[in-house]
């Protein structure tokens, strides 16, 4: 193949190409509507069952074992799908905020976000959260109201409450009439139509929606002061606010707004074709050397998830792997910029959650697997030979500190590797005292520590104990002069410690001896984030 048509196939793929996460607080539908996103792209013939612990089927995103057992998403899961001769990269992330982190890092992977919102409940903490990332990073944001089968808020005090939430405009492009029990369906404002609503079902038939034109006196007749209502909420809308902006929406200024009903199949269809018609597909991106366009001819791509245990019987680790630029081949020889060496790609995947399958070539946009076995870190960028080093994925000083002992001293082994894996995997952070003694867990809450425990045990058969710590707060530490770093570490080396690349790591059971310690060190920099492997860091931004 010559340069010119190489360049223009990976330009005709990268059209193609939708790369998107679901966000949402915990239970508001996100992995059921992924499930029914997956069943109308064709992905799946069966919808999962989400929340029934002792379900024969599963939700196809949630594999853990732990996932099954309590019906919540605990790690982001990546599917590949094609819909309209568009390829789509749906990662499904976790909702519940003690995973955050692995959430923050999975929005640096993809070009646009769909967020889930329970109608009942509007929008909640863990979405405020999620929205702020969003924004940081301009992603354009496409808002689903679910549930609208059950008594819900008022959709207009939902749109003052989104939009306020956002600090962005949002445009409805359907609305609803009625809800709860006598939730009728939605009126497509553009096509000034009513797409009926009927319960649905695991199987996705090839019957269509009714649509009704909302003249019609027959469906005056039928829906009655449920209609009028709504017809009259559309024209103060119309009248309030602005219309649908492409730019605006492209630049994550703006929002498109779906009501629907995921467990009813009811407005998936809509949301998935507006991922298709209005999404990006896959933009430039930043390094700390240049921008990096995807229709470049030369590969990169950066590895922003790893994995462990996918296949629990060959106790392996995948990197999951953004393509940014490039055609990528299997086979094909990749340097890591971090070290300069170099992997092979025979076995690369291609992923439906669990499920992997070998792939032959991929493009900017998707998400593919490398399996890894600790040569791969976090923020690791693969390049065909030129040194570029991807910037943004986040590592956040955790807020929860235990001691983690193994119940068996028999199995000090197994738990040494299992916390080696699972701090790589970023699942939880992983600090050796300096000094000696047990290995420090941090986390954001009370969930991760029992998801870790109970992966060691399940995973690595090392059953732990975990113990209370006397740390409330963690920074990493550096320094432009070597020697003021070496100095200050000696000197509070009983407060040091290594996460898991090596850096270190200043420990303090209060707030005031973090201040103390650097009233007493000017020449050392205290940092609440760092972003990768490469030891970049954000300056201490927490008052």
């Given at each position: 193949?010559?340069?010119?048509?190489?360049?223009?196939?990976?330009?005709?793929?990268?059209a193609?190409?939708?790369?998107?996460?679901?966000?949402?607080?915990?239970?508001?539908?996100?992995?059921?509507?992924?499930?029914?996103?997956?069943?109308?792209?064709?992905?799946?013939?069966?919808?999962?069952?989400?929340?029934?612990?002792?379900?024969?089927?599963?939700?196809?995103?949630?594999?853990?074992?732990?996932?099954?057992?309590?019906?919540?998403?605990?790690?982001?899961?990546?599917?590949?799908?094609?819909?309209?001769?568009?390829?789509?990269?749906?990662?499904?992330?976790?909702?519940?905020?003690?995973?955050?982190?692995?959430?923050?890092?999975?929005?640096?992977?993809?070009?646009?976000?769909?967020?889930?919102?329970?109608?009942?409940?509007?929008?909640?903490?863990?979405?405020?959260?999620?929205?702020?990332?969003?924004?940081?990073?301009?992603?354009?944001?496409?808002?689903?109201?679910?549930?609208?089968?059950?008594?819900?808020?008022?959709p207009l005090?939902?749109?003052?409450?989104?939009?306020?939430?956002?600090?962005?405009?949002?445009?409805?492009?359907?609305?609803?009439?009625?809800?709860?029990?006598?939730?009728?369906?939605?009126?497509?404002?553009?096509?000034?139509?009513?797409?009926?609503?009927?319960?649905?079902?695991?199987?996705?038939?090839?019957?269509?929606?009714?649509l009704?034109?909302?003249?019609?006196?027959k469906?005056?007749?039928?829906?009655?002061?449920?209609?009028?209502?709504?017809?009259?909420?559309?024209?103060?809308?119309?009248?309030?606010?602005?219309?649908f902006?492409?730019?605006?929406?492209?630049?994550?200024?703006?929002?498109?707004?779906?009501?629907?009903?995921?467990?009813?199949?009811?407005?998936?269809?809509?949301?998935?074709?507006?991922?298709?018609?209005?999404?990006?597909?896959?933009?430039?991106?930043?390094?700390?050397?240049?921008?990096?366009?995807?229709?470049?001819?030369?590969?990169?791509?950066?590895?922003?998830?790893?994995?462990?245990?996918?296949?629990p019987?060959?106790?392996?680790?995948?990197?999951?792997?953004?393509?940014?630029?490039?055609?990528?081949?299997?086979?094909?020889?990749?340097?890591?910029?971090?070290?300069?060496?170099?992997?092979?790609?025979?076995n690369?995947?291609?992923?439906?959650?669990q499920?992997?399958?070998?792939?032959?070539?991929?493009?900017?946009?998707?998400?593919?697997?490398?399996?890894?076995?600790?040569?791969l870190q976090?923020g690791?960028?693969?390049?065909?030979?030129?040194?570029?080093?991807?910037?943004?994925?986040?590592?956040?000083?955790?807020?929860?500190?235990?001691?983690?002992?193994?119940?068996?001293?028999?199995?000090?082994?197994?738990?040494?590797?299992?916390?080696l894996?699972?701090?790589?995997?970023?699942?939880?952070?992983?600090?050796?005292?300096?000094?000696?003694?047990?290995?420090?867990?941090?986390?954001?809450?009370?969930?991760?520590?029992?998801?870790?425990?109970?992966?060691?045990?399940?995973?690595?058969?090392?059953?732990?104990?975990?113990?209370?710590?006397?740390?409330?707060?963690?920074?990493?530490?550096?320094?432009?002069d070597?020697?003021?770093?070496?100095?200050?570490?000696?000197?509070?080396?009983?407060?040091?410690?290594?996460?898991?690349?090596?850096?270190?790591?200043?420990?303090?059971?209060?707030?005031?001896?973090?201040?103390?310690?650097?009233?007493?060190?000017?020449?050392?920099?205290?940092?609440?984030?760092?972003?990768?492997?490469g030891?970049?860091?954000?300056?201490?931004?927490?008052?």
């Amino acid at each position: 193949m010559t340069a010119s048509s190489d360049a223009s196939l990976i330009g005709l793929e990268v059209a193609r190409r939708r790369s998107f996460a679901i966000i949402s607080h915990p239970d508001a539908g996100k992995t059921t509507l992924t499930e029914k996103l997956l069943l109308y792209a064709g992905a799946i013939q069966i919808a999962g069952s989400v929340k029934a612990r002792k379900a024969s089927r599963h939700a196809t995103s949630d594999w853990m074992e732990i996932e099954k057992q309590r019906g919540i998403s605990v790690a982001s899961s990546v599917m590949q799908m094609e819909y309209r001769n568009c390829i789509i990269n749906l990662l499904d992330t976790p909702g519940h905020q003690d995973f955050s982190e692995d959430t923050y890092r999975v929005l640096t992977a993809v070009d646009s976000a769909l967020m889930v919102i329970d109608a009942a409940n509007g929008v909640e903490a863990q979405t405020r959260r999620l929205i702020e990332v969003c924004r940081a990073r301009n992603t354009p944001l496409v808002t689903f109201i679910n549930k609208m089968d059950r008594e819900v808020k008022p959709p207009l005090d939902l749109m003052d409450e989104i939009e306020q939430a956002l600090g962005m405009s949002v445009v409805p492009m359907t609305w609803p009439v009625g809800m709860g029990r006598s939730f009728a369906g939605v009126i497509d404002i553009a096509k000034s139509q009513m797409r009926m609503f009927k319960a649905g079902e695991d199987r996705v038939g090839h019957q269509e929606d009714q649509l009704v034109n909302i003249n019609d006196p027959k469906l005056q007749d039928l829906l009655g002061e449920d209609l009028q209502t709504a017809l009259t909420e559309v024209e103060l809308i119309r009248g309030a606010m602005p219309g649908f902006d492409l730019e605006e929406f492209l630049n994550g200024k703006q929002s498109p707004v779906f009501f629907g009903s995921a467990i009813n199949n009811f407005g998936v269809k809509e949301i998935l074709n507006t991922l298709v018609e209005l999404a990006p597909p896959p933009k430039s991106r930043m390094t700390l050397q240049r921008e990096i366009l995807p229709s470049e001819k030369n590969f990169s791509g950066v590895v922003f998830k790893i994995q462990a245990n996918m296949d629990p019987a060959h106790r392996d680790r995948v990197a999951f792997l953004r393509i940014c630029s490039g055609h990528f081949e299997r086979g094909m020889r990749l340097k890591i910029s971090r070290n300069g060496k170099e992997i092979r790609t025979n076995n690369a995947l291609s992923f439906l959650s669990q499920r992997r399958d070998i792939l032959d070539e991929a493009f900017p946009g998707d998400i593919i697997g490398i399996p890894n076995h600790g040569l791969l870190q976090l923020g690791d960028t693969l390049t065909e030979g030129e040194k570029l080093q991807f910037t943004g994925l986040p590592f956040f000083a955790p807020e929860i500190f235990k001691l983690v002992e193994t119940a068996d001293p028999l199995r000090t082994k197994q738990l040494r590797d299992g916390l080696l894996q699972l701090g790589e995997e970023g699942a939880i952070q992983v600090f050796r005292p300096l000094l000696g003694g047990p290995m420090l867990l941090g986390a954001f809450g009370q969930l991760q520590f029992e998801v870790v425990a109970h992966r060691l045990k399940s995973e690595y058969n090392a059953e732990v104990r975990l113990l209370p710590a006397k740390y409330s707060l963690s920074r990493w530490v550096s320094s432009t002069d070597p020697i003021a770093l070496k100095k200050f570490i000696k000197e509070n080396s009983h407060r040091m410690s290594e996460d898991v690349v090596g850096a270190p790591v200043f420990l303090a059971a209060h707030r005031s001896e973090l201040d103390v310690a650097k009233q007493l060190s000017k020449e050392i920099e205290f940092h609440s984030l760092r972003e990768h492997a490469g030891l970049i860091y954000q300056k201490d931004f927490i008052a």
